[in-house]
């Protein structure tokens, strides 16, 4: 059973920084690409970037592009968004997601608010 499990998130200021974590269990974790989303107040989720599993290319959303960047670590089964510069309009509950061919699975959210 595929399980994600994210943290990092929390309340910061604008233009200050996070970085979250996203651990994953149950699968082969060089095997699948890794996503986060994000969902904020009244909008639909939409992704934020994404990191292949073979040669971990990536890919960003235009809004978060330059400010936001993605990384995994095979050894440790983990994914990360360091998100810097952070801006108000940035507040959502961000969700890692697993995925492989017709096959994904979702973390449980963890929130981010950037407010002063």
């Known amino acids: 059973q595929v399980q994600l499990v994210e943290s990092g998130g929390g309340l910061v200021l604008p233009g200050g920084s996070l970085r979250l974590s996203c651990g994953a269990s149950?699968?082969?974790?060089?095997?699948?690409?890794m996503n986060w989303y994000r969902q904020g107040p009244g909008k639909e989720r939409e992704l934020v970037a994404g990191?292949?599993?073979?040669?971990?290319?990536?890919n960003y959303a235009d809004s978060v592009k330059g400010r936001f960047t993605i990384s995994r670590d095979n050894a440790k089964n983990t994914v990360y968004l360091q998100m810097n510069s952070l801006k108000p309009e940035d507040t959502a509950v961000y969700y890692c997601?697993?995925?492989?061919?017709?096959?994904?699975?979702w973390g449980q959210g963890t929130q981010v608010t950037v407010s002063s």
């Open positions: 149950g699968i082969t974790f060089s095997n699948w690409g």
């Open positions: 997601n697993a995925r492989r061919y017709s096959l994904g699975a």
């Open positions: 990191i292949t599993s073979a040669c971990g290319s990536t």
